[in-house]
Structure formats: C-alpha cells, structure tokens
Nanobody
Framework: QVQLVESGGGLVQAGGSLRLSCAAS??????MGWFRQAPGTEREFVAA????????SYADSVKGRFTISRDNAKNTVYLQMNSLKPEDTAVYYC??????????????????WGQGTQVTVSS
C-alpha cells in the first residue's frame, strides 16, 4: 500500500513561484507524477519522473517553467513551479505508478493518488 500526501499549495500572484511536495510511504521504487484538475475539466498530466530521476517528462504547457525532482532518501517528490500564470490554477495531485519505474503521462498509468492541493494564481 502506498500513501501520498501533498503540501505546498496556496495563493500566488501571476509571475510568482510555488514548490509542491509529495511525501510517500510504503514502497518507493516506482515512477511518480504530478497532475492537475481545474473546475469543469478533466485531470491532466503536468510532469513525471522515473524511479532513478534520470527520465523526466513535462506537458508542453509547463515546459521551461516547472521542474520535477525527487529525493529518494526522503521518499519525496517535488514540483517547482515558476512564472506561474492564472491558467495554472487547479488542484494539483501527486500520483504513483507502482507498475513501472519509467515516467509515464496518462492518468490511467497511475494507481495511487494523493488528496490534492489547491494552487490559485491571481492576475
């Protein structure tokens, strides 16, 4: 069983930065990802990282602004978000893909999810 707890969300002005954290318990040798969901929309891929951290993947909408990283000694994955835009406003979810060590992009690839943390970017 894997438990994921996100933290670090909040309210920020456009152009600002936030860092999200996701603490994992249980087994940790698997890929991790971040997704987001705005009201009235489907959950969408943001970023993913392989077990070793050697492979990372980003959605085009966040590439160059967001950085995913992990500290396996602390069982924690991070999402550094810079140059935030109002359209980044959403609930951000951390997810674990315990069936693979590679970074994948589909919601259905992930079998454990955190409770989500709200990110609101004001204009």
């Amino acid at each position: 069983q894997v438990q994921l707890v996100e933290s670090g969300g909040g309210l920020v002005q456009a152009g600002g930065s936030l860092r999200l954290s996701c603490a994992a318990s249980g087994r940790t040798r698997y890929a991790m990802g971040w997704f987001r969901q705005a009201p009235g929309t489907e959950r969408e891929f943001v970023a993913a990282i392989s077990w070793t951290g050697g492979s990372k993947s980003y959605a085009d909408s966040v590439k160059g602004r967001f950085t995913i990283s992990r500290d396996n000694a602390k069982n924690t994955v991070y999402l550094q978000m810079n140059s935030l835009k109002p359209e980044d406003t959403a609930v951000y979810y951390c997810a674990a893909d315990t069936t693979s060590s590679y970074s994948r992009r589909r919601v259905d690839d992930y079998n454990y999810w955190g409770q989500g943390t709200q990110v609101t970017v004001s204009s």
